[in-house]
């Protein structure tokens, strides 16, 4: 495995400048002030923020509408800790 440093702001939309499909496939695990967070859409650590998708609603273009929280961002990539 290569060492991978993790990005201070990532997407999981292909068509944002932020996205890293390579670190994708290994896995996040994204924690906000200590919680899990499995609905995550984007994040910043040094800005102290997640856009998570606010239920199942989706705006004209398709893509699902986000609510920002802010706080202590923790991110980590899973296939780290198998090992």
């Known amino acids: 495995m290569t060492d991978m440093t993790i990005p201070d702001r990532m997407s999981?939309?292909?068509?944002?400048?932020?996205?890293?499909?390579?670190?994708?496939?290994?896995?996040?695990?994204?924690?906000?002030?200590g919680n899990e967070k499995i609905?995550?859409?984007?994040?910043?650590?040094?800005?102290?923020w997640i856009l998570v998708m606010a239920g199942k609603s989706l705006d004209r273009h398709g893509n699902?509408?986000?609510?920002?929280l802010k706080g202590i961002v923790d991110v980590r990539i899973l296939d780290e800790d198998e090992g």
């Open 39 to 48: 609905n995550v859409q984007e994040y910043c650590i040094s800005e102290g």
């Open 12 to 33: 999981i939309n292909p068509a944002s400048e932020h996205y890293n499909g390579e670190l994708l496939d290994r896995g996040l695990g994204i924690k906000l002030n």
């Open 64 to 68: 699902p509408l986000t609510m920002k």
